[in-house]
């Protein structure tokens, strides 16, 4: 990331600490718009831009297309619910478990899908296939009581992860959004970045290049997993409740998918960008449909906004709303890396620094050996 990215984000950064202050400032200087509600508004960008980082960081860094990413997010909010309706647990232990049952299930389904080879369109559709059977076992097994949910008990005390004021959900999104700013980040500073990134340009010369493909996919699909069951169990705490739908319908994948594609996949702000633009999208033409009579019930309109907003970006800005912000940067984290190299190693050639960067040598990549001549080429 550039400087200039660097203090547009810290001083975005400041203005999102300062928000829910300001806006109740503002409030008691006669804003028309409820304090509490923008507050809210700021943490459901928050915690959609969490949830759409998620997704980015196996969608867009390795290029693990999913389409049942709310699997992982289903799984973190059950895990969170049924350790403390049915066992008791306190939610501030729960909350790492969630994480780590999301995780166990990115390692289930990676280990499988990608043992048999699955990529592409048929790694999408598997884990939409396994998104609709985890929603089939939570409508039919008894300890998540089936259509009829989980409804945790209210009890607003910090010791209980429930709060009176919306500012602390606020701040607590606003952690988990700068969590996965700072994890997507690192992606683009460490070799295992760049292994992603090798694998999701060609998988195949990726794997000749000695990358061990399928360790680094499952890897980051683990991470990806963690990352939407820590979600999953926010979602449980703000409001209390989870049946087979909210945890496993496809509306939620679309959502991280969508916020990943407009925002600009494979980019650190990029679900940033398209979670603030598509909740903005979202609330406006709810307060359009209730000031305009003939639009109360049109109950999709926001959807079609959604659509009309997919294609005109990747019609002009086939790289996200991120693009305009700058210049794009280019995915390839692999000059990140090399930086971090000694520097006879970027005297090399431009090869051999793409296989420091990844963690190899030319040798290790089977490279054939220098004819008589070509080191004083080199």
């Avoid at 994480?99 to 043992?115: D, M, Y």
């Avoid at 070799?191 to 890897?219: T, W």
């Avoid at 030319?362 to 490279?367: I, L, P, S, V, W």
Wanted: with cysteine; aromatic share 10%.
């Amino acid at each position: 990331m550039s400087r200039r990215g660097q203090a547009l984000l810290a001083g975005g950064l400041v203005l999102a600490l300062l928000y829910p202050l300001l806006v109740r400032a503002a409030g008691a200087a006669g804003l028309p718009l409820s304090p509490n509600y923008l507050i809210n508004t700021g943490m459901l960008i928050c915690f959609t831009a969490f949830l759409g980082q998620s997704w980015n960081v196996a969608g867009g860094f390795a290029g693990l297309t999913s389409f049942g990413h709310v699997v992982f997010f289903g799984t973190g909010a059950y895990a969170m619910a049924i350790l403390q309706v049915s066992h008791g647990w306190n939610p501030w232990l729960a909350w790492p478990v969630a994480a780590a049952a999301g995780a166990a299930v990115g390692w289930v389904i990676g280990a499988l899908a990608f043992r048999a080879g699955l990529k592409g369109s048929y790694f999408a559709l598997i884990t939409l296939a396994f998104a609709e059977v985890f929603r089939i076992l939570a409508n039919s097994v008894p300890f998540t009581r089936g259509g009829l949910g989980l409804l945790v008990k209210a009890d607003p005390r910090p010791a209980n992860l429930q709060f009176r004021d919306p500012i602390w959900f606020y701040y607590l999104a606003l952690g988990l959004c700068v969590l996965a700013l700072l994890i997507a980040w690192r992606l683009t500073r460490t070799r295992f970045g760049a292994r992603l990134v090798a694998i999701r340009e060609n998988e195949d010369a990726a794997r000749a290049l000695g990358i061990d493909v399928y360790a680094e996919k499952v890897k980051v699909l683990v991470l990806s997993g963690a990352m939407a069951g820590a979600g999953g169990a926010f979602y449980v705490q703000k409001y209390l409740y989870v049946d087979p739908w909210i945890a496993f319908g496809v509306d939620k994948s679309v959502e991280m998918l969508l916020v990943s594609m407009v925002g600009g996949a494979g980019t650190i702000a990029g679900p940033l960008i398209g979670a603030a633009a598509l909740t903005a999208i979202n609330e406006v033409t709810r307060m359009l449909a209730s000031v305009v009579p003939a639009l109360k019930n049109v109950q999709p309109l926001s959807l079609v906004v959604y659509g009309a907003m997919l294609i005109l970006i990747v019609a002009r800005l086939p790289h996200g709303l991120a693009s305009l912000f700058g210049r794009r940067h280019d995915h390839t984290v692999i000059p990140s890396a090399a930086r971090d190299l000694p520097r006879t190693t970027h005297r090399a050639s431009g090869r051999g620094r793409s296989l420091a960067a990844l963690g190899m040598t030319e040798g290790a990549a089977g490279d054939r050996p220098r004819e008589p001549g070509e080191a004083g080429r080199a």
